[in-house]
């Protein structure tokens, strides 16, 4: 059974940083993708970033860029969120997803992942 384990969560303030981590279990994955999504009450699961995990690519949403970064442990097996100069509307719950096959765009769709974490909450304070 897979699964991902995420941690990093918390309360911060606006401005502030935090990292997020996540590692799949269970399985052995090659040449997969990994993401990131947030999601708030009454909103969809929002795309945040995502990973290729043989080739290293990353993409992230224009509402993170320049202040976020995804990016990988191959050794670890373990995919990162680093999290700059939050602002109060990045509080959301944030999800570690994994897609298994492999694509040759960055997939920015949840529905095409398979495996899901448990999520991870992150406040940002004013």
């Known amino acids: 059974q897979v699964q991902l384990v995420e941690s990093g969560g918390g309360l911060v303030q606006a401005g502030g940083s935090l990292t997020l981590s996540c590692a799949p279990s269970?399985?052995?994955?090659?040449?997969?993708?990994m993401g990131w999504f947030r999601q708030t009450p009454g909103k969809e699961r929002e795309f945040v970033a995502v990973?290729?995990?043989?080739?290293?690519?990353?993409y992230v949403a224009d509402s993170v860029k320049g202040r976020f970064t995804i990016s990988r442990d191959s050794a670890k097996n373990t995919v990162y969120l680093q999290m700059n100069s939050l602002k109060v509307e990045d509080t959301a719950v944030y999800y570690c997803?994994?897609?298994?096959?492999?694509?040759?765009?960055?997939?920015?769709?949840?529905?095409?992942?398979?495996?899901w974490g448990q999520g991870t909450q992150v406040t940002v304070s004013s």
């Open positions: 997803a994994l897609k298994p096959l492999g694509s040759s765009y960055y997939d920015t769709r949840s529905r095409s992942y398979d495996y």
């Open positions: 269970g399985r052995t994955f090659s040449g997969h993708a």
């Open positions: 990973i290729m995990w043989s080739s290293g690519g990353t």
